[in-house]
Each structure stands twice: as structure tokens, then as C-alpha cells.
């Protein structure tokens, strides 16, 4: 039953027929465009998936082919409220369904809420869960509650009354990166 499947190299209508489950836990670096959100250090942060196959209607004379996925990861970020390390979870579950082609995926998407891929015999299901984090990264990471806490210089009336030029946080952040 248990047969070897190469997540990167995945069939995805036999992985779905077979009903047939994946799991993974890899090294955060491994998963680059990913790291690169991060400062990028080192450390022994891990992504974390699992991913099953179902055929819908399968004595229909086209079932359907799905994939669910979960995955997850805890992607050390800089808060852009106090500029600190802040640990923001990521998680997706998202169910796909396999079309034949790319420009059926792409006709169809527009009028489907489903989520639409192209059928392979050799998917990279690897590149999907990074697809899929990827867009779970927020665009301004910060803590629920910062460490420490932060001169509200925006809400300040003596601050706006004192023409204070604000400085921007990515500048400093910027200057914290290069070590100046
Ligand atoms: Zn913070």
C-alpha cells in the first residue's frame, strides 16, 4: 500500500486515486524565498506539512482530482512597531483541485471559487507549500503586545506640534541590518 512518492516529483492523479498521504519537516533555509523574508539567520526553524490525495466521483467518466494541504511554519520576522524579533505563525489548509492543463486551470479559475491546478505527473509539491506560506507572510509583521512599550508618537500632540520629522522605521531598520 505504502508506495514511495517524491514530493517534488509528485503524480498527482495516482497520488489522489491511491488516496495516499505525504508528510514533511524541512529545514526553514531549504525553503528559500521563504528564508529570505527572515533575516536569514541560521537557527533550527522547520516547515512542517502534510498534504492527501482524493479522487471525487471516481466512476464518474472524469473525477475529480483533489489534494489537501496543510502546512505550517514559525517565521522569525522584525516587528514593525518596535523593530524587534517577533515569531509569526504561519498555517494554510487549502484543498486543490487538478484540471487538465494549465489554460483549462487558467479559463476556469476566474468562474470557479475552487482552487485550480494543472495536473502533473511530476508536481512540485514542495514549491506549492512554499507558494501558499508565502502569501500568509504579512506585509507588517508585529507583536499582539510589543515588549516593551512604544512612544505613540503618531497620536502625540506636542510631538506633530513640534514638526518632529518621524524617522522611517525601514531606515532604521535598514541601518540596524548593516550594523551601523
Ligand atoms: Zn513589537
Given at each position: 500500500m505504502a508506495k514511495d512518492y517524491d514530493p517534488q516529483r509528485l503524480?498527482?492523479?495516482r497520488f489522489a486515486?491511491?488516496?495516499a498521504e505525504l508528510a514533511g519537516q524541512d529545514a526553514l533555509p531549504r525553503y528559500r524565498r521563504l528564508f529570505a523574508e527572515t533575516q536569514e539567520e541560521p537557527g533550527d526553524r522547520s516547515v512542517t506539512w502534510q498534504a492527501r490525495g482524493e479522487l471525487l466521483?471516481?466512476?464518474h467518466v472524469q473525477p475529480q482530482v483533489w489534494l489537501h494541504l496543510d502546512a505550517a511554519a514559525n517565521l522569525p520576522l522584525v516587528?514593525?512597531?518596535c523593530l524587534r524579533?517577533?515569531?509569526i505563525p504561519l498555517t494554510v489548509h487549502r484543498s486543490f483541485r487538478f484540471v487538465t492543463d494549465e489554460a483549462t486551470a487558467a479559463a476556469e479559475d476566474d468562474a470557479s471559487?475552487?482552487?485550480l491546478l494543472a495536473l502533473s505527473r511530476s508536481f512540485d509539491l514542495v514549491e506549492l507549500v512554499e507558494d501558499e506560506l508565502l502569501m500568509e507572510v504579512p506585509v507588517a509583521p508585529?507583536?499582539?503586545t510589543c515588549p516593551e512599550p512604544v512612544k505613540m508618537s503618531v497620536a502625540d500632540p506636542d510631538f506633530e506640534a513640534a514638526g518632529g520629522e518621524r524617522e522611517n522605521p525601514f531606515?532604521?531598520?535598514g541601518r540596524l541590518k548593516a550594523g551601523k
Open positions: 503524480d498527482v492523479r486515486e491511491e488516496g466521483h471516481p466512476h516587528c514593525q512597531r524579533p517577533v515569531d471559487e475552487e482552487d508585529m507583536h499582539d531606515a532604521v531598520l
